[in-house]
């Protein structure tokens, strides 16, 4: 009898042992590249109303690589790197060096950790962004679309504005941070966000801070911009390498609005006083 129990125990112990490796293995081995292609509305306001038809495409035109961008998305079961891809001016052929100072950066995400690392580089200086996931309280719906050759669900959040675009800014943000100042309580600007998920990739990655949902996402709409997956690489034949970035001085969330509010609050000052 005693040897019975011994044999059972023994069992039981390799079985978990075997378990815990193929796990490991799991996560290891499988590997993914998500390539999303971006594009947004132009919104010219009040100064927009004042151009012709011709004027409008004209703009357009030297706003495409701000409008419209490619990101590549490389993940494993628990994390995953966001990059954008350099695209040239279609007028000029430069890169887009002002917008980058508020264009997201390489960004690492750990869903097991709940860790976000984002590198960021404001007027030259480097900055490593240590931060939780954005929280997002996702409502699931049981309407249904393909996208590709997969079958996805959609769900929808809140979020606030600013959570989405920490790493921006605009004079509008700045005014707002302004009148904050006052003791008067302001109305927090929610965003309302639309993705579509594919259960038959069970990860819960997706492009920039989206995140959560029970498979990869393949498109979201937040505000004026949607983001669509064009392509879908899943196990390829190179080993993919995630790594978060490393480099930069490190910051919060907070503490990058913070400095980006003041260099921009003190470059409008230089700039009225000449």
Not at 46 to 63: D, F, I, P, T, Y
Not at 228 to 253: D, M, Q, R
Request: net charge positive.
């Amino acid at each position: 009898m005693k040897s019975k129990v011994i044999t059972t125990l023994a069992l039981v112990f390799v079985f978990l042992i075997s378990t815990s490796v193929n796990e490991t293995q799991t996560t290891q081995e499988f590997q993914a590249k998500a390539y999303y292609f971006s594009k947004s509305k132009m919104d010219l306001g009040k100064w927009g109303a004042r151009l012709s038809e011709a004027q409008k495409k004209e703009v357009g035109a030297r706003m495409k690589n701000r409008l419209e961008k490619g990101y590549v998305l490389s993940f494993n079961k628990e994390e995953s790197v966001f990059t954008e891809e350099d695209q040239l001016d279609a007028i000029s052929g430069a890169t887009d060096s002002w917008g980058k100072n508020f264009a997201p950066g390489k960004q690492y995400k750990n869903v097991k950790t709940n860790t976000q690392l984002q590198q960021q580089e404001f007027y030259g200086k480097k900055f490593l962004v240590k931060d939780v996931l954005q929280p997002i309280e996702w409502s699931l719906d049981s309407e249904t679309k393909k996208i590709g050759n997969y079958s996805c669900f959609k769900a929808t959040a809140l979020i606030p504005t600013n959570e989405l675009t920490w790493y921006s800014f605009s004079w509008d943000k700045l005014r707002n941070t302004t009148e904050s100042d006052s003791t008067e309580v302001k109305e927090v600007k929610m965003t309302q966000i639309e993705a579509w998920y594919a259960p038959q990739i069970p990860v819960r990655h997706g492009p920039l801070d989206y995140w959560g949902l029970p498979g990869l996402i393949l498109e979201v709409s937040a505000d004026n911009t949607t983001m669509l997956c064009s392509k879908l690489v899943l196990n390829p034949g190179e080993i993919i390498e995630i790594e978060a970035p490393s480099k930069g001085k490190e910051v919060s969330k907070i503490e990058y609005q913070d400095i980006i509010t003041k260099k921009m609050k003190e470059f409008r000052k230089n700039r009225m006083g000449r």
